[in-house]
T-cell receptor, first 111, second 110 residues
Framework: DAGVIQSPRHEVTEMGQEVTLRCKPISGHDYLFWYRQTMMRGLELLIYFNNNVPIDDSGMPEDRFSAKMPNASFSTLKIQPSEPRDSAVYFC?????????FGPGTRLTVL | AQRVTQPEKLLSVFKGAPVELKCNYSYSGSPELFWYVQYSRQRLQLLLRHISRESIKGFTADLNKGETSFHLKKPFAQEEDSAMYYCALRRGSTLGRLYFGRGTQLTVWP
């Protein structure tokens, strides 16, 4: 298995634009997590799914952020409109039996 | 509520010296503890979990329920150990989210 796959790996956009981050979890994993990593705040959990159902989205900063998991092999995190303070590395992770495996991350820069 | 504290944001040692990265937690139930490592600009990788009680890359960690700690130790640090280390906790009754500490950046000087 190739592990958790994220795309794009790097994204540079301008303030106000819509950004969509994509994640393909490891096949067979039943949990999927979205994290954001910044120097100031460290690693923050944004939202997580179990069997494609959102379980806890209390970490989503505001209405500009939304996440979906239409099927077991795909999830998206959307920011609309984006702001410079959204600049961070966004990690997706998936787990089975309680051990999360992380993707390589998407480095987002909002100008 | 649960909380993971890594008191040192930065830690520097010389090659060959012992290293200990501290992790304290607060949780009233039975936690499951993890250490993850992140090398420069790479993904987080699982290093250890307390249930498996194994040694990975020379690192060990023991869960001390009395002191609510899960410190990561290595007797002889190597330059390639330089990385960010995250301690994480999961509530023992669930398979869901991990609660991460803020991380400790370890630098091993030659």
């Amino acid at each position: 298995d190739a592990g958790v796959i994220q795309s794009p790996r790097h994204e540079v956009t301008e303030m106000g634009q819509e950004v969509t981050l994509r994640c393909k979890p490891i096949s067979g994993h039943d949990y999927l997590f979205w994290y954001r990593q910044t120097m100031m705040r460290g690693l923050e959990l944004l939202i997580y799914f179990n069997n494609n159902v959102p379980i806890d989205d209390s970490g989503m900063p505001e209405d500009r952020f939304s996440a979906k998991m239409p099927n077991a092999s795909f999830s998206t995190l959307k920011i609309q409109p984006s702001e410079p303070r959204d600049s961070a590395v966004y990690f997706c992770a998936s787990s089975l039996l309680g051990i999360p495996y992380f993707g390589p991350g998407t480095r987002l820069t909002v100008l | 509520a649960q909380r993971v504290t890594q008191p040192e944001k930065l830690l520097s040692v010389f090659k060959g010296a012992p290293v200990e990265l501290k992790c304290n937690y607060s949780y009233s139930g039975s936690p499951e503890l993890f250490w993850y490592v992140q090398y420069s600009r790479q993904r987080l990788q699982l290093l250890l979990r307390h249930i498996s009680r194994e040694s990975i890359k020379g690192f060990t960690a023991d869960l001390n329920k009395g002191e609510t700690s899960f410190h990561l130790k290595k007797p002889f640090a190597q330059e390639e150990d330089s990385a960010m280390y995250y301690c994480a906790l999961r509530r023992g009754s669930t398979l869901g989210r991990l609660y991460f500490g803020r991380g400790t950046q370890l630098t091993v000087w030659p």
